[in-house]
């Protein structure tokens, strides 16, 4: 049986919008385009290539570029830098770096770790991107893990530090890998959406339902184990004749997983015991990763084009990423049929999503607009939005600007000051453990952090980089070293006056310098990207 799919969905499918030879990025743009009427003089520029510059780093380097880096892209007159600067990112070590770190957040949301360590995970999750291994099959090894194999249990984390509770691995699996928070069908049809079915649920749940910890939860070197049987059953709660319904394992209401009827004592190739790792003849579980990458689940390739769109643009085409359902429908539902069509008929290549997307119009816009003209929507994608960065982006591009001389910080490990100060901002930008991090909103306790705590400022009067500033006599020079270093555009007239007025006024004039970078670092320009 063939999955169901949404209007909105189907229709895409019958009603190709543009030509198929045209690259992929040229696709992008004439969909995001069509149907604009009334907006189109809403729409920004092209960002300017300082703009282009520190973005696409961020993005896809997880840091700012140096002044050195800044300035020599400034300087280039190739029609073709932003596509070979696209490139170089995307075979640099900080994209590795950038991605792992991405996707730790989005699949473990920063939970405390408990028997896998953070560090092994990380690994993992770099030689993933550092492959470019095909999203379908990363996502088949974290949930066809188990634990067993020391070298494969790093991929086990998803499931092993949440403890397997069944409802918990059921509800993260619906929301990182279908887009669909089924948190409200667990006890019933969503109230709202009609879409979220309680039977969707416990088909999921009929897959986990017969795995548990072995020996036990609280053992830190515990393993996936399976029992041969237990079935799921569900009542609504709004059912009054409490009318019992059971269903096979099956993934958004497609064919029910085939299980076939073992010979009594045959139900096992291990059998339980005291202190025994049972397994199963047949595992309801190992057949989860396979139903969930399959090419008749076409919401897997929707749910994860849609999030590096996400990833890339700052909005999702279904917005929010994990709430996609009928009465939610896509901005541009054929856009995201034609990446979620790309996506898999290129082996799910995230590098080659991520690169045309990167080359697209959509995404090299300003996110200023000429003066008089009022803001868009933002999911018309007509001016670049604002993205908060992330506490990893934070600490790599504050390490980066405060930090001794690298002139290519994407292909470069990153600096021990780095290392050092990130499990600060995690703490402090990270957002709260096992909720997903949005990274929209902001507190008192960050803008205290900004202003006053010891840990930036320290990076600054502690670098380098003041040092050599120090040395710089022309108070403009100095002024678009800064700039370069912490912003990665030049000074305008207007901000190197008002530097050379500071150090003009300064009785200390490292001092000055200090509290200019300071002002620089903690302000809103940095701590967005744009």
């Not at 689940?297 to 769109?309: E, T």
């Not at 960065?389 to 980066?400: K, M, N, P």
Request: charged share 25%.
């Amino acid at each position: 049986m063939s999955v169901a799919l949404p209007l909105f969905i189907a229709l895409a499918f019958v009603r190709p919008p543009v030509a198929a030879g045209e690259p992929l990025h040229a696709r992008i743009d004439k969909l995001i385009t069509a149907g604009q009427a009334g907006f189109e003089k809403q729409r920004a520029g092209q960002a300017t290539d300082a703009e282009f510059l520190r973005r696409v780093y961020l993005d896809l380097a997880g840091t700012v570029p140096s002044a050195d880096e800044a300035r020599a892209f400034l300087a280039d007159t190739d029609a073709k830098k932003r596509e070979k600067l696209i490139d170089k990112l995307l075979d640099s070590s900080g994209y590795a770096r950038r991605m792992g770190q991405y996707y730790d957040v989005v699949l473990m949301e920063r939970r405390r770790d408990s028997k896998v360590p953070h560090a092994a995970w990380e690994e993992y999750l770099v030689a993933v991107f550092k492959e470019n291994r095909p999203y379908d099959g990363f996502a088949r090894e974290l949930l066809g893990a188990d634990g067993v194999d020391p070298k494969t249990r790093a991929a086990a984390k998803f499931y092993l530090d949440r403890d397997f509770e069944p409802n918990l691995v059921t509800k993260d699996i619906a929301r990182v890998f279908l887009g669909r928070n089924l948190q409200c069908a667990q006890c019933h049809d969503h109230p709202l959406i009609d879409a979220y079915k309680q039977s969707e649920y416990y088909g999921i749940l009929a897959f986990l339902n017969r795995t548990f910890l072995f020996p036990n939860a609280n053992d830190a070197k515990a393993v996936l184990a399976e029992k041969a049987d237990g079935e799921v059953n569900f009542v609504s709660v709004f059912d009054k004749a409490k009318q019992q319904k059971t269903t096979l394992p099956r993934v958004m209401m497609g064919k029910a997983v085939d299980e076939p009827k073992l010979e009594k004592g045959k139900e096992y190739t291990v059998k339980p015991a005291a202190n025994v790792r049972p397994v199963p003849a047949f595992s309801r579980r190992e057949q989860l990763a396979a139903a969930m990458t399959s090419a008749d689940n076409p919401y897997f390739a929707r749910a994860g084009a849609n999030r590096l769109w996400a990833f890339m643009l700052g909005r999702g085409i279904v917005h929010p990423v994990e709430l996609d359902h009928d009465a939610n429908p896509p901005s541009h539902p054929e856009l995201l049929d034609l990446l979620a069509k790309e996506f898999a008929s290129h082996n799910f290549n995230v590098k080659r999503l991520l690169r045309e997307i990167a080359l697209s119009q959509a995404y090299q816009r300003s996110s200023e607009l000429p003066a008089g003209v009022s803001e868009p929507p933002p999911e018309r994608y007509l001016v670049g939005l604002l993205k908060p960065l992330s506490a990893e982006q934070l600490a790599y591009a504050t390490a980066q600007a405060t930090g001794p001389i690298a002139k290519d910080p994407a292909m470069t490990a990153p600096s021990p000051q780095a290392a050092g100060v990130l499990p600060t901002f995690r703490n402090m930008f990270g957002g709260q453990p096992g909720a997903p991090d949005t990274g929209a909103t902001t507190n008192l306790d960050q803008t205290l952090f900004l202003k006053f705590n010891g840990t930036i400022r320290n990076m600054v009067a502690g670098s380098g980089f003041t040092g050599r500033l120090a040395k710089i006599t022309d108070a403009n020079l100095l002024a678009d070293e800064m700039f370069l270093t912490v912003y990665s555009r030049p000074a305008t007239a207007d901000e190197k006056n008002d530097v050379a007025e500071a150090l003009h006024k300064a009785s200390d004039r490292t001092t000055a310098i200090n509290e200019l970078v300071w002002a620089l670092l903690a302000s809103a320009e940095f701590r967005f990207n744009h």
